[in-house]
């Protein structure tokens, strides 16, 4: 990347709320919340943990069309306003929409009840982010991802790497999905949700905890503040050891790894800290240690995972996990691996247990899919 793109705006909505600082405050505070979620769709007498977004009084109802638009936007809008955008510049900003279910959730009562389910409205790829772009008012261009958990990741790397070359000044990258049966009995039906606490990289790990969730992030190629964090460099690759999954040995992961330290100019040793994927399932957790270990060997900066706070968000991990490391970083803190108690000889990784005390920094951000997907991001705010 020839020019920088500084994260100039940024908003979340997650299950620990929807306003940074109260959310940063939080993590701080080690705080997370599941909900049971009852699987009587398929006549099952048993709930699983899901970590579902906080409902406002006057908000609409949750699972209903008006409750994913206000969402939305309000998550977006609240991005712009931290950026303090003008009109032009919302207006000339591309839209990056990274999702995993993109508007699955918006058709499903419909297709569950529908007599004829062949003349309903299909979901399709750019649906959302024309909707993000009709309602800022944005005429430039709108780029969809769904590239399984690295979707809103490859957002952030496509358009930082299209800043980079000149393309445009700002972009807006949106990483959302809310609650699907799709995606929820999925996983129940691949046996990979776990039961609470949520303990990526721990011996006694049992698998996921999936949840819902809304990251934007404002991109632009001038600095507002000195602690701005910028895109450093990145990389993406598709790991065909499978149709579903990664090589387990990590050659991969770690191929991927190189080529954003590469691409970012930066050592293994001028990383300050990881931001794993670590989704607590067996196989994920095994292969990205593997990759962590080919490519830091035994100077492995500290690794910390965050979906113990806000469950696996799945394609919007990208940007809400982005926001969460960066916001919590200028806070002065890089937050423990929530619910890791006992190593796991056979990771041989063991990440935080306690909270960093660090303000600036150079992060590796990691994120690995099903499908073999593969992202990973290299961000700072030190000059």
């Known amino acids: ?35 049971e979620v009852p699987l009587s769709l398929i006549n099952l007498d048993y709930a699983r943990p899901y970590y579902r977004l906080p409902v406002k009084d006057g908000d609409p109802p949750p699972n209903s069309e008006a409750f994913f638009y206000t969402v939305l936007f309000r998550t977006v809008e609240k991005a712009i306003a931290d950026a303090g955008l003008q009109p032009h510049e919302i207006e000339e900003m591309p839209i990056f929409f990274g999702s995993t279910s993109i508007d699955i959730p918006l058709y499903e009562e419909t297709y569950r009840t529908a007599s004829n389910v062949l003349s309903q409205t299909s979901s399709g790829y750019g649906n959302i982010a024309n909707e993000i772009a009709r309602h800022l008012g944005v005429k430039a261009g709108c780029y969809t991802f769904t590239t399984a958990c690295t979707s809103s990741a490859n957002g952030v790397l496509y358009a930082s790497a299209m ?90 992961i770690a191929a991927v790894m190189r080529e954003a330290l590469a691409s970012a100019g930066a050592r293994p040793e001028e990383i300050d800290v990881i931001k794993a994927h670590a989704t607590g399932s067996y196989h994920n957790d095994l292969t990205e240690c593997n990759g962590l270990k080919q490519v830091f060997g035994d100077h492995l900066p500290p690794v910390t995972g965050l979906k113990p706070f806000v469950g696996h968000t799945v394609g919007a991990c990208g940007a809400i996990e982005l926001v969460l490391l960066s916001e919590a970083a200028k806070a002065g803190f890089v937050p423990a691996t929530l619910g890791f108690e006992t190593p796991d000889e056979e990771l041989g990784v063991v990440p935080m247990t306690d909270d960093l005390a660090i303000e600036s920094g150079t992060f590796l951000l990691n994120y690995f899919g099903f499908g073999g997907n593969c992202v990973s991001l290299v961000v700072s705010n030190r000059d």
């Open 1 to 35: 990347m020839t020019e920088k793109a500084f994260i100039r705006g940024k908003a979340v909505h997650c299950a620990l709320g929807e306003e940074v600082g109260s959310v940063v405050a939080a993590m701080r505070a080690h705080q997370c919340q599941t909900t």
């Open 163 to 252: 800043m980079g070359q000149g393309a445009f000044d700002r972009a807006l990258v949106v990483g959302y999905d809310l609650f699907s049966n799709l995606g929820f009995y999925g996983f129940e039906a691949l046996k990979l949700i776990a039961p609470p606490p949520y303990r990526p990289f721990d011996k006694q790990r049992m698998g996921v905890i999936m949840g819902e969730g809304c990251g934007a992030i404002v991109l632009d190629r001038y600095r507002r503040d000195a602690n701005d964090f910028y895109c450093l460099g990145g990389a993406n690759a598709c790991d065909t050891h499978s149709v579903t999954t990664h090589d387990p040995e990590g050659h991969a």
